[in-house]
């Protein structure tokens, strides 16, 4: 989506706001390395083993890049044997390192923080597209009002074409021709804006001035060829000149 925006603006850098979802750490490192600043709302942390209390989630654990290791709430150290382990999404597979402590065994607070077995303890994983996540997550936080307005631009179609039009479902299956359904439906959204905006004869004097040019070359290039058209016929045919004297 922001390769596509960045072809269609036509500008090296820009600010891209999204909503949270649709994305993931490849896709935002992508955006960073083409120098588009994302701003997209950090993913709820999804895991098997829930985590019993909010201050032990995963945020709560600092990185410390230059020894590459985490520490915990309670001041423990978590480190990583190096090496990188797939793990497998739906979509894409990304690679991550792990990061645990053996004094989770004895910890006091190991009940609010992990309900993994005590052999096991609390495991941290760390994807390779993790500092292009964090600086997003930053961003987010510190700009808060920014991001905000992000529901302003955004929010406001999908509340006219849902609520007031009634379009709260699709009749296709199938991507492609829901795609096409939900095109055609904020194809009639974008008309109706600038309908709004421009006025019914700011329209037509728009369209008539894309048209004029676009099809003023065509327009002269005819002429000129059926303008010289008889004078070249009849070269070619001095009977039919001699009939037309």
């Excluded at 989770?104 to 941290?124: A, D, K, V, Y």
Aim: glycine residues 6%; hydrophobic residues 30%.
């Amino acid at each position: 989506m922001g390769l596509q925006a960045k072809e269609i603006l036509n500008k090296e850098s820009f600010d891209l706001l999204a909503d949270k979802g649709y994305h993931n750490g490849e896709e935002l490192l992508k955006c960073d390395l083409i120098n588009i600043k994302t701003y997209v709302a950090p993913q709820e942390n999804i895991s098997g083993n829930k985590i019993p209390t909010p201050e032990y989630q995963g945020d709560k654990f600092r990185y410390n890049s230059h020894n590459d290791c985490y520490t915990c709430p309670e001041g423990q150290t978590l480190s990583s044997n190096g090496k990188w382990y797939k793990k497998f999404y739906r979509t894409h597979i990304t690679l991550v390192k792990q990061y645990k402590t053996k004094a989770c065994r004895e910890c006091p607070n190991r009940c609010r923080c992990t309900s993994s077995p005590i052999e096991r303890g609390r495991l941290i994983e760390r994807s390779q597209y993790q500092d292009a996540v964090d600086a997003n997550n930053l961003r987010v936080r510190n700009e808060k009002e920014k991001y905000r307005h992000r529901q302003t631009m955004v929010e406001h179609p999908f509340g006219v074409v849902k609520r007031q039009w009634g379009y709260d479902h699709v009749m296709m299956k199938g991507l492609e021709k829901t795609d096409s359904e939900i095109s055609l439906i904020f194809l009639c959204y974008n008309i109706k804006r600038v309908m709004n905006i421009m006025g019914i004869n700011g329209i037509l004097k728009a369209i008539i001035r894309a048209f004029s040019q676009c099809f003023n070359p065509f327009l002269r290039c005819f002429s000129n060829i059926f303008t010289g058209y008889p004078s070249y016929y009849f070269q070619l045919n001095p009977i039919s000149q001699k009939k037309r004297l």
